[in-house]
């Protein structure tokens, strides 16, 4: 089945404790993204990766870094969580070309992350 | 910048009754358009997308969207809702590389579409 994973599903950690949330797809896409969630704000683009070593800052980037070391995998690490980075993660992931504006997103599941 | 606003937090219909969910959008250049659907503790899944062509755009579980070009709009709709359709509505904005734009899909804040017996 075509999917993206994202593990922990669920965590809760404290201020300063680096965590890693795992991203990865099967579908072979060359583009991935994380975002985060929150109530009354939509959904905000932390980085993205438009293929193997390639990534940007999104909207909101502090705080967060990424790495894109394979294709399918795109962790989003936390090395200091505050309690402002509690939210609701999505990664997500795509085709990416020429005619990419019209790919279609494929998200994971989410990762809901608590910061005491 | 471009922007997408989704103008109400809840919408509340009766099972049986039209339903219309409002998303209006701020671009320079030609837009893409895009509906996803989240159902509770779930990741969000594509219902429909506008590129071009008829602005009347049919997608998946029998919603449409009607991209309206003079009033900057995509509002999703479905003649009959169900009970199973509510959930979190999110509408999104992508202006392509091909027509200038910088390919950054942007998302509205969603709207809570509750359906009830």
């Known amino acids: 089945e075509a999917q993206v994973t994202q593990n922990p599903r669920y965590l809760i950690t404290v201020t300063g404790k680096k965590l890693t949330v795992t991203c990865s797809q099967n579908m072979n896409h060359e583009y991935m993204s994380w975002y985060r969630q929150d109530p009354g704000l939509g959904l905000r683009q932390i980085y993205y990766?438009?293929?193997?070593?390639?990534?940007d800052k999104g909207d909101v980037p502090e705080g967060y870094k990424v790495s894109r070391k394979e294709k399918r995998n795109f962790p989003l690490i936390l090395e200091s969580p505050s309690p402002n980075q509690t939210s609701l993660y999505f990664c997500?992931?795509?085709?990416?070309?020429?005619?990419?504006?019209?790919?279609?997103?494929?998200f994971g599941a989410g990762s809901r992350l608590t910061v005491l | 910048a471009q922007s997408v606003a989704q103008p109400e937090d809840q919408v509340n219909v009766a099972e049986g009754n039209p339903l219309t969910v409002k998303c209006t959008y701020s671009v320079s250049g030609n837009p893409y358009l895009f509906w996803y659907v989240q159902y509770p503790n779930r990741g969000l899944q594509f219902l429909l997308k506008y590129i071009t062509g008829d602005n009347l755009v049919k997608g998946s579980y029998g919603f449409e969207a009607e991209f309206n070009k003079s009033q900057t709009s995509f509002h999703l709709k479905k003649p009959s809702a169900l009970v199973s359709d509510s959930a979190l509505y999110f509408c999104?904005?992508?202006?392509?590389?091909?027509?200038?734009?910088?390919?950054?899909?942007?998302f509205g804040t969603g709207t809570q579409l509750k359906v009830e017996l």
């Open positions: 997500a992931s795509s085709l990416f070309g020429r005619l990419s504006g019209a790919n279609v997103l494929t």
């Open positions: 999104a904005v992508r202006v392509p590389i091909l027509t200038g734009g910088g390919n950054k899909l942007t």
């Open positions: 990766s438009m293929n193997v070593e390639v990534t």
